[in-house]
């Protein structure tokens, strides 16, 4: 069965500082992997997606996704982190064929003045 | 486009008493997902269906919950009877089932059982 670790629960950053939140997933073939924001008292944003191609993959806001199969890690990061960024983020992986995705726990981010 | 519509928003209702949870997908969208968010337990799926018929409904918690979709543009969630512990965020999501399994999510309802 397929399994998304996300380790860190809360981070918190300062405004400006670069950001990187890590990802690692058991699954083995090559996953549909997903990154989503929650936003307090929302539901859940797409921010990226990697499913082939370019194992580095650009979503909204000014984030960016790396794909390392060698890892078996899909680690989300921005280089710099604003205010309105301050929010809960998954990671979640999928099969393809099978419609549903596994999310991680979250990693709930602050962002500090 | 409206996105995935869910009502109601909140709800607040006495343990023992019936909830009905409702979801509108995007239209063309053929898989439906329904999930349950807390603090504990985080975001477990609990059903899902592909063109109106349920897939895998694994996740459901017991038999007081119960799910439904008569069609392509709606679908329910009952919890009959509701407990305190049923407190939670329920989203609703969709899909195209021949997609790369991108799930749009509806607003979600939060239920509180007292």
Not at chain 1, 5 to 26: F, K, M, W
Not at chain 1, 44 to 54: I, N
Request: proline share 6%; glycine share 8%.
């Amino acid at each position: 069965a397929q399994s998304v670790t996300q380790p860190d629960i809360h981070i918190t950053v300062s405004e400006g500082a670069s950001l990187e939140l890590r990802c690692n997933y058991s699954y083995g073939a090559t996953p549909y992997l997903f990154w989503y924001v929650q936003s307090p008292g929302q539901g859940l944003q797409l921010l990226l997606k990697y499913f082939s191609g370019d194992t580095l993959v650009q979503g909204i806001k000014g984030f960016e996704a790396e794909f390392k199969r060698s890892q078996s890690s899909f680690n989300l990061r921005k280089p710099s982190v604003h205010w309105s960024d301050a929010a809960e983020y998954f990671c979640a992986v999928g099969e393809g064929g099978r419609r549903a995705l596994t999310f991680g726990s979250g990693t709930r981010l602050q962002v500090q003045p | 486009d409206a996105g995935v519509i869910q009502s109601p928003r909140h709800e607040v209702t006495e343990m023992g008493q019936e909830v009905t949870l409702r979801c509108k997908p995007i239209s063309g969208h053929n898989s439906l997902f329904w999930y349950r968010q807390t603090m504990m337990r985080g975001l477990e799926l609990l059903i899902y269906f592909n063109n109106n018929v349920p897939i895998d409904d694994s996740g459901m918690p017991e038999d007081r919950f119960s799910a439904k979709m008569p069609n392509a543009s709606f679908s329910t969630l009952k919890i009959q009877p509701s407990e305190p512990r049923d407190s939670a965020v329920y989203f609703c999501a969709s899909s195209l089932a021949d997609g790369d399994n991108e799930q749009f999510f509806g607003p979600g309802t939060r239920l509180t059982v007292l």
